[in-house]
């Protein structure tokens, strides 16, 4: 499949969480006035980690507007259901271990591990690290780059980003400005 274009429609698709099983985007993002789907690389990722915990943080002023977040990882549910409570983050984890989502919507990975790690990767490797973030284990593609897709409820794309690096997320500051 080509990559998504701003201005076209999201394909809906049928997703798990850790503690959810069969839901579809198409429900999902009827919820909200926009969503984010922000698809990062695994759980045990250190700089997953630190993306998913300044989300969570920071969540109230991502979704002041009545926006919402999913976030999708190359994660099992189970093994994720194992480290965390239904409550732990307040948006979904769309779990892709297969990386069925990645693959169908074009989101490459990087081919190398020197481009996978830019200035700015490093830099938030050394928050991360700093902040105590520890690597657990390692799942999917360890080269897979992220990317960023903003919606409305009808799935009409108004934001299209594929990352050019592991570090190359929008912070919790541009994903709120993305859903005003």
């Given at each position: 499949?080509?990559?998504?274009?701003?201005?076209?429609?999201?394909?809906?698709?049928?997703?798990?969480?850790?503690?959810?099983?069969?839901?579809?985007?198409?429900?999902?993002?009827?919820?909200?006035?926009?969503?984010?789907?922000?698809?990062?690389?695994?759980?045990?990722?250190?700089?997953?980690?630190?993306?998913?915990?300044?989300?969570?943080?920071?969540?109230?002023?991502?979704?002041?507007?009545?926006?919402?977040?999913?976030?999708?990882?190359?994660s099992?549910?189970?093994?994720?259901?194992?480290?965390?409570?239904?409550?732990?983050?307040?948006?979904?984890?769309?779990?892709?271990?297969?990386?069925?989502?990645?693959?169908?919507?074009?989101?490459?990975?990087?081919?190398?591990?020197?481009?996978?790690?830019?200035?700015?990767?490093?830099?938030?490797?050394?928050?991360?690290?700093?902040?105590?973030?520890?690597?657990?284990?390692?799942?999917?593609?360890?080269?897979?780059?992220p990317?960023?897709?903003?919606?409305?409820?009808?799935?009409?794309?108004?934001?299209v980003?594929?990352?050019?690096?592991?570090?190359?997320?929008?912070?919790?500051?541009?994903?709120?400005?993305?859903?005003?």
């Amino acid at each position: 499949m080509p990559k998504l274009e701003t201005g076209s429609i999201m394909p809906d698709f049928t997703y798990d969480t850790p503690f959810a099983k069969g839901l579809t985007l198409a429900q999902t993002v009827k919820a909200a006035p926009k969503t984010a789907l922000l698809f990062l690389r695994y759980f045990g990722c250190t700089l997953c980690q630190l993306d998913l915990h300044r989300l969570a943080q920071q969540y109230d002023t991502v979704t002041a507007n009545g926006g919402q977040v999913l976030v999708v990882l190359q994660s099992d549910p189970d093994g994720i259901a194992a480290q965390i409570g239904p409550d732990t983050f307040p948006f979904a984890i769309v779990c892709d271990p297969e990386q069925t989502l990645y693959r169908q919507f074009s989101i490459e990975a990087a081919p190398s591990k020197a481009q996978l790690a830019d200035a700015k990767t490093m830099l938030k490797i050394a928050k991360a690290t700093a902040s105590g973030y520890k690597h657990g284990a390692y799942e999917g593609n360890e080269l897979q780059l992220p990317a960023v897709f903003v919606m409305d409820a009808a799935r009409k794309l108004s934001h299209v980003h594929y990352g050019s690096s592991a570090g190359d997320v929008p912070d919790p500051e541009q994903l709120a400005a993305l859903l005003r």
